[in-house]
């Protein structure tokens, strides 16, 4: 067709004919009917449409995701899904990584869930965005981050998430990592420790930050001693999610610490039906890399420099897990 043909008439009539089939959803076969035209030729003039810029497509998944990547990291991590924040200052990262966390928790628990939260300063965060969420049982996933400058423990997000949905919260009052096995046996025991024990095999969702193998980086490593931390290291460990330690190649180690920890377990981990794992910040690619490889969590949520510096890590597209 020549450009003498796209004249005003022309180009009206193509809009016409292009609002009644995307907009007011009319099929080609009714156009045509009411057209008088046939049904291959509104076919090609709706073709001609797009070609033309009569007609532009425009997906948009909202100003809180940037989707481009988002496909990226799931594809090359094998994940159920990826979540990556749209780019914006560096200093609103973790806000906007929490907001978008607290989204998909309240899109996602569905009524009569168990919902497990790890503690994480991010998970914490998370739970602070909530404002709405399906009743259903909280229970917190590991004992406390046992340093006595920290004050934002996890038993107070389970409270603040079972207060908002109206459900029941099962607390974990113990350090997470004891001194000796036999302690950390007794106190899994303890009524209140055994009672969330006993909802970590339901669990519906569970939230997770994942922690890298250096100073400020883990939950773990910065209560134990100087020797325990170089030990582990030499075995490999490089990424954590609650108390589990990950080598570079998504290995989860049998190192000996899980006895000393009240935690769930990697089986039970692994039986959980969504975990979902945290991170906004770059610097702990390589330990998010890792514990991605492990197979251990479904979906992701990041900032955008965070996403960056993982698929930089990836290489090649690793197999759905």
């Known amino acids: 067709?020549?450009?003498?043909?796209?004249?005003?008439?022309?180009?009206?009539?193509?809009?016409?004919?292009?609002?009644?089939?995307?907009?007011?959803?009319?099929?080609?076969?009714?156009?045509?009917?009411?057209?008088?035209?046939?049904?291959?030729?509104?076919?090609?003039?709706?073709?001609?449409?797009?070609?033309?810029?009569?007609?532009?497509?425009?997906?948009?998944?909202?100003?809180?995701?940037?989707?481009?990547?988002?496909?990226?990291?799931?594809?090359?991590?094998?994940?159920?899904?990826?979540?990556?924040?749209?780019?914006?200052?560096?200093?609103?990262?973790?806000?906007r990584v929490a907001a978008l966390g607290a989204d998909l928790l309240c899109e996602t628990v569905r009524p009569g869930?168990?919902?497990?939260l790890a503690w994480s300063r991010t998970v914490n965060d998370v739970v602070g965005h909530l404002h709405r969420l399906a009743r259903c049982t909280v229970v917190q996933l590991c004992g406390a981050y046992s340093l006595p400058w920290r004050r934002d423990g996890s038993a107070t997000a389970v409270f603040r998430a079972a207060a908002l949905c109206g459900g029941e919260a099962y607390p974990i009052y113990a350090p997470l990592v004891l001194p000796d096995p036999e302690t950390a046996r007794t106190l899994r025991e303890q009524p209140g420790v055994a009672d969330a024990y006993a909802r970590f095999g339901e669990l519906g969702t569970a939230v997770v930050g994942i922690g890298a193998w250096r100073d400020g980086g883990s939950?773990?490593?910065?209560?134990?001693?100087?020797?325990?931390?170089?030990r582990l290291g030499g075995r490999g460990a490089c990424g954590e999610i609650v108390g589990l330690l990950v080598d570079p190649d998504g290995r989860v180690l049998d190192t000996g610490l899980s006895r000393h920890l009240v935690a769930i377990g990697e089986a039970q981990l692994r039986a959980a039906g969504e975990v979902v794992a945290l991170v906004r910040d770059p610097e702990r690619a390589a330990a998010t890399d890792a514990?991605?490889?492990?197979?251990?969590?479904?979906?992701?949520?990041?900032?955008?420099?965070?996403?960056?510096?993982?698929?930089?890590?990836?290489?090649?597209?690793?197999?759905?897990r």
């Open 1 to 95: 067709m020549s450009a003498l043909d796209w004249g005003p008439a022309h180009r009206l009539q193509v809009a016409e004919i292009a609002d009644r089939y995307f907009r007011r959803q009319q099929t080609k076969v009714t156009i045509a009917a009411e057209t008088g035209l046939s049904r291959f030729r509104v076919a090609r003039l709706l073709e001609a449409a797009q070609e033309r810029g009569i007609v532009r497509v425009a997906i948009d998944p909202g100003a809180d995701l940037d989707a481009a990547r988002s496909a990226r990291l799931g594809t090359a991590y094998g994940l159920r899904r990826a979540l990556v924040t749209a780019e914006g200052p560096a200093r609103t990262a973790p806000d």
């Open 113 to 116: 869930d168990v919902l497990g």
């Open 219 to 230: 939950t773990v490593h910065d209560v134990l001693s100087t020797q325990e931390r170089r």
């Open 291 to 320: 514990v991605l490889r492990s197979g251990l969590v479904h979906t992701l949520v990041c900032d955008a420099a965070t996403a960056d510096a993982l698929l930089g890590h990836a290489g090649e597209p690793l197999a759905p």
